[in-house]
């Protein structure tokens, strides 16, 4: 199934499986990646506007996402919140925007989404809309290192990829060279299992 049609038949329902994650886990990772980040900035899958509410003040903020049913959730929170985003219906392998149309880039478990033949493309995307000296926050999920946490991760996967199309094991950061970005930092943000990966336009 495309992962159109995956998050168009789950978005009625993500916040509310979300929840338990959101809370423990996912609510102080997401302040942490906006810090940083300003001018015009791109949330690229943006689904229902979890984001929302750590955007920076100061910025301009446009989110982007592939499923209308996701971007309708998203509109009713921007509604409620009373956010500033402007928020597009794209794929963010072929983005609608000019080169070098924004400041900053942050992307929250899209990557983990995208098969692996759709990394480097998506990747060149964010490339080629982010400014040079510009700087792109990526947020996804590492498969543990520790052998009861990976022992529950494997049992979870099946899951994760049946509803959310979704993999722990993406290892993003292997197609950064190839599209021209570079890593300028790894960090866990929740055990060993969340990662940060701060990534630039190469000069
Ligand atoms: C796991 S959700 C994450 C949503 C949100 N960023 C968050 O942190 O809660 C992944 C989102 O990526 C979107 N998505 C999947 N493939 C996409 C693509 N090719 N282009 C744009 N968005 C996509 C999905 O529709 C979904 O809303």
Known sequence: MSKQKTYNRIARLYDILDMPFEHGRYKPVRRIIFEGLSGDLLDAGVGTGRNFPYYPKDARVTGIDLSHAMLGRAKWRKD???????????????????????????????????????????????????????????????ISEDPYRKF????????????????????????????????????????????????????
Request: proline share 4%; aromatic share 12%; charged share 30%.
């Open 80 to 142: 409620k919140l009373g956010t500033a985003v402007e928020l597009r219906e794209m794929n963010v392998m072929e983005m609608d925007f000019p080169d070098d149309s924004f400041d900053s880039v942050a992307s929250t478990f899209l990557f983990c989404v995208l098969d692996s033949e759709h990394q480097q493309p998506a990747l060149k995307e964010l490339r080629r809309v982010c400014r040079p000296g510009g700087i792109i926050h990526i947020l996804e999920y590492a």
């Open 152 to 203: 529950m991760m494997k049992l979870w996967a099946p899951w994760v990829r049946f509803a959310y199309g979704a993999e722990f094991d993406r290892n993003t950061e292997q197609y950064l060279d190839g599209v021209g970005l570079e890593l300028v930092e790894k960090t866990f943000l929740y055990k060993d299992i969340i990662k940060l990966l701060t990534v630039r336009p190469k000069a």
